[in-house]
């Protein structure tokens, strides 16, 4: 049974010293971006798993991508706005899975986003224009 353990255990830590790794890769291929260029619907989440928004439509350039995000229930800018525009540089994207996830955590997200003084257009911008170091 001990060997077994061991196994299982070095596994285990195999597999969550890969998880960042994994994580702090943040490139869209050729085939990603065309498989996800101008979509709706799919899901954008901080580095650290928070949700900000569902995409509504989506321009991806060489260099930056500008994403327009509906909120729903579970947003961090949830009862703050109806929409957000995220404009970040495309190399701090990733696709894990269905979903795309920015390279910025959750706090820097809130911290780099500009809230419309109009009553008029409840939407946020949020302007990532920095490159993360992988």
Known sequence: MRPLKRTLS???????????A?????????????AIAGKSGIRVLTSDGAYVG???????GQDQ?????????????RGRSDSVVVTTITDNLTLRGTDLVLADNKQRVRNKAN????DR???????????KRT
């Not at 596994?11 to 890969?18: C, F, W």
């Not at 809230?115 to 109009?118: E, K, N, Q, R």
Request: net charge positive; glycine share 4%; aromatic share 8%.
């Open 10 to 20: 070095t596994l285990t830590v195999a597999a969550l010293l890969a998880l960042p």
């Open 22 to 34: 994994a994580v702090a890769q943040a490139k869209l291929s050729a085939a990603e971006i065309s």
């Open 54 to 60: 569902t995409t509504n439509g989506l321009n991806i």
């Open 65 to 77: 991508t500008r994403m327009f995000l509906r909120v729903f229930r579970g947003s961090i800018f």
């Open 115 to 118: 809230f419309s003084t109009s």
């Open 121 to 131: 257009t409840r939407q946020i911008e949020v302007f990532l224009l920095q490159r």
